[in-house]
């Protein structure tokens, strides 16, 4: 099973930046791809970010710009620099992990973490 932790929301001022970071730990074979949801209210779960194995990367058209996603392989953690957020940038973001545990794929979430932003 895979466990993550997250760290890094908060209230930030519009046009300001703020880094979330995921750890991931537990037994599992390989992480396979690493990313980020965010879920604002009322509204469905969507992908903001996401990083692959081999270092590939997607993000939303919303954030492309302005947010970058990392990885540090040897910590199991992923990383979202989050800069010149906006209001609408408001909602609860997810860590998400896919990861091979035996023989099987599977996802886990982290716990979420709330950003929001002052306009």
């Known amino acids: 099973q895979v466990q993550l932790v997250e760290s890094g929301g908060g209230l930030v001022q519009a046009g300001g930046s703020l880094r979330l970071s995921c750890a991931a730990s537990?037994?599992?074979?390989?992480?396979?791809?690493m990313g980020w949801y965010r879920q604002a209210p009322g509204k469905q779960r969507e992908l903001v970010a996401v990083?692959?194995?081999?270092?590939?990367?997607n993000y939303a058209d919303s954030v492309k710009g302005r947010f970058t996603i990392s990885r540090d392989n040897a910590k199991n953690t992923v990383y979202l620099q989050m800069n010149r957020l906006k209001p609408e940038d408001i909602a609860v973001y997810y860590c998400?992990?896919?990861?091979?545990?035996?023989?099987?794929?599977?996802?886990?979430w982290g716990q979420g973490t709330q950003v929001t932003v002052s306009s």
């Open positions: 998400n992990v896919r990861a091979t545990v035996g023989v099987l794929e599977y996802d886990y």
């Open positions: 537990g037994r599992f074979f390989s992480i396979n791809a």
């Open positions: 990083i692959r194995s081999g270092g590939s990367t």
